[in-house]
């Protein structure tokens, strides 16, 4: 089954043979691929609008073959689902805090989790604290570009780590990604620095006093240092204009 390349790292990242749960499953394109891959033996697709399931719902029903695999649910985060119903969850396409708010909601369901695969849009920094300082294992990281967009992808072991400490890059980057030092983190921070750079401009046409900019100063200089340091690595920026 044809599927983005974002929902194709998705897919990949499921553990096989295994049940599991798309939360906030939207279209539900990533449960169907699931299903009709063989890659899960059942699939929850669980979202909290009517809309979106409706949708998923034709999508399924289109493809007859995953109709007895993918079940729809309605429901907010992870209320739809029973503790120890499936092994991986994947909670992809909102923003940290949402995410980190929705696995809160929900300690008993995400205790009996193997996996989690998160895909935040929005302040992957705050899912990443919540993750480091829940005791939960981060065992990887990806990052890829769709459309022009970067997006994070953290695959967590829940409860099999203990409460640790990351520095703000290491937030707001990722700790693996970061200790990588290869190619993958830089358009993170290069993008922010384009945007600390354009907004230092503007307020400074606009007649603000650098004073009052500090903050935005500090910020850019720290992002110029970040990829200072990750250009070392061998090819870090290579390409990339």
């Not at 990949?12 to 394109?29: F, K, N």
């Not at 995400?110 to 705050?126: C, D, G």
């Not at 707001?172 to 600390?196: C, Y």
Request: proline content about 8%; hydrophobic content about 50%.
């Amino acid at each position: 089954m044809d599927l983005p390349a974002r929902l194709r790292l998705l897919a990949s990242l499921v553990l096989p043979g295994q049940p599991a749960a798309d939360i906030g499953t939207d279209h539900g394109m990533l449960a169907v691929a699931l299903a009709l891959e063989g890659i899960c033996p059942r699939v929850l697709a669980c979202d909290v609008g009517e809309a979106p399931l409706a949708g998923a719902r034709a999508r399924v029903a289109q493809r007859w073959k995953s109709r007895r695999r993918v079940e729809l649910r309605l429901g907010d985060g992870l209320a739809p689902l029973a503790v120890g119903e499936v092994a991986t969850v994947v909670i992809a396409g909102m923003g940290g805090e949402r995410i980190k708010g929705i696995l809160s909601a929900r300690p008993d369901v995400v205790a009996a989790l193997s996996r989690l695969v998160l895909q935040p849009n929005t302040e992957p920094e705050a899912l990443r604290a919540f993750v480091a300082q829940a005791g939960h294992l981060l065992e990887d990281e990806h990052l890829l570009c769709e459309n022009g967009r970067w997006y994070p992808v953290l695959v967590v072991r829940p409860g099999a780590g203990a409460p640790v400490t990351w520095d703000d890059w290491d937030l707001r980057w990722g700790p693996l990604l970061r200790a990588r030092q290869g190619p993958g983190p830089a358009p993170l921070p290069g993008g922010r620095a384009t945007r600390a750079a354009r907004a230092l401009a503007q307020a400074r046409a606009g007649g603000a006093r650098d004073e009052a900019l500090a903050p935005l100063i500090a910020e850019l200089q720290a992002i110029e240092a970040e990829l200072a340091r990750l250009s070392m690595a061998p090819g870090a920026l290579k390409g990339r204009g």
